[in-house]
C-alpha cells in the first residue's frame, strides 16, 4: 500500500451561517457543499458562494452531469441544478446513518459512517446492489479516472483512502495533518476537495497522479 502525508493547495471559508460542512461534489465549474439547510455553490477559483438552494443538507452530495443529488436524513433528495427544486427522493441505505456520497457508472455510491459500509445502490429506486465493508468510520465518497477513493474521521486522526471496489482493499492511503478532519470529500482536476465538519471550511488537497 502506498502512503503519504496531504500536500493542502488551498483553504476555502469559514463561510457566514455555516457551522459544519458535510457532502460536497463538484459540477465541473462550482464546488457545491451541504450546510444543514442549504446546498451552496463555491467557485474555487474566486472562493465566492455564488448560489444557494434553501434544502435539506444533512450529509453526502453527488452530481451525475445533470442533477445533484443530496442525502437528508433518511433519504436521498435528486435536485435540479438550475432551480434547486426537489424532483424525486429515495431512501437512503442506513435510514440516517449515511454520510458520503458519489455517482459513478450510472449508481449512486453511498459511505455509511459508523456502519463502515460503502454502498452502490440504484438511483432510482434505492436498492443496494454492492456493499464494500471498511475497518474504518466512513465519511466522504468519490469516483475518479475508475478509482474509488473515501474519507475516514475517528478522533483527532483523518486520511483520504483509494480501496478496491470489489474487496474494500486499501490501496493507496493519504494522511491528513493531526486535527483536520474529511467529512466531505471530491475529486475536482489535480485535487481532492475536502470537507472540513465543524471547522466550516473546506481543504483543497493535491491528488496523486
Not at 35 to 54: C, I, M, Q, S, Y
Not at 140 to 160: A, K, M
Not at 167 to 188: F, K, N, R
Amino acid at each position: 500500500m502506498k502512503n503519504s502525508q496531504a500536500e493542502i493547495i488551498r483553504e476555502y471559508g469559514p463561510f457566514p451561517g455555516a457551522s459544519a460542512i458535510h457532502g460536497l461534489t463538484f459540477d465541473g465549474r462550482h464546488v457545491w457543499f451541504a450546510t444543514g439547510d442549504k446546498l451552496n455553490a463555491l467557485d474555487p477559483e474566486t472562493g465566492e458562494v455564488v448560489r444557494a438552494f434553501d434544502v435539506a443538507a444533512h450529509a453526502g452530495t453527488a452530481f451525475d452531469g445533470t442533477h445533484l443529488f443530496q442525502i437528508a436524513e433518511d433519504r436521498i433528495q435528486k435536485i435540479d441544478l438550475k432551480s434547486g427544486q426537489v424532483l424525486a427522493t429515495i431512501p437512503a441505505p442506513g435510514h440516517g446513518g449515511d454520510s458520503g456520497l458519489a455517482w459513478a457508472e450510472g449508481s449512486l455510491w453511498v459511505g455509511q459512517d459508523r456502519g463502515r459500509k460503502i454502498h452502490q445502490i440504484d438511483p432510482e429506486t434505492g436498492e443496494i446492489l454492492r456493499t464494500i465493508e471498511s475497518k474504518r468510520i466512513v465519511t466522504g465518497v468519490t469516483w475518479v479516472d475508475g478509482q474509488l477513493w473515501h474519507g475516514t474521521w475517528e478522533g483527532s486522526e483523518s486520511d483520504v483512502r483509494r480501496v478496491d471496489p470489489e474487496t474494500g482493499e486499501v490501496l493507496e492511503q493519504i494522511d491528513m495533518p493531526v486535527g483536520t478532519g474529511v467529512s466531505g470529500l471530491e475529486a475536482g482536476g489535480d485535487r481532492f476537495f475536502c470537507g472540513g465538519g465543524s471547522s466550516g471550511r473546506i481543504r483543497a488537497i493535491r491528488r496523486p497522479k
